[in-house]
């Protein structure tokens, strides 16, 4: 879930079978906003990355 101003914006599940990169879709105060999630693994540690964009332009990335 991804909110902006404490609007929902992105209310998407991930997939199962989506593999290690899935994208979600939604809009805000009409413009587009999608959200990139990456899962991330290495010999040491493993976490998802996102990135948020707005209009096509990275705003945020998240790391959980």
């Known amino acids: 879930m991804v909110k902006i101003d404490g609007e929902t914006v992105i209310n998407q599940k991930s997939q199962v079978f989506g593999g290690s990169s899935q994208t979600f879709n939604g809009s805000w105060n009409g413009r587009p906003v999608s959200a990139r ?19 096509g332009q990275l705003v945020e990335t998240l790391t959980i």
């Open 37 to 55: 999630a990456t899962r991330i693994q290495n010999f040491v540690s493993s976490y998802t990355q996102i990135d948020v964009f707005i209009g």
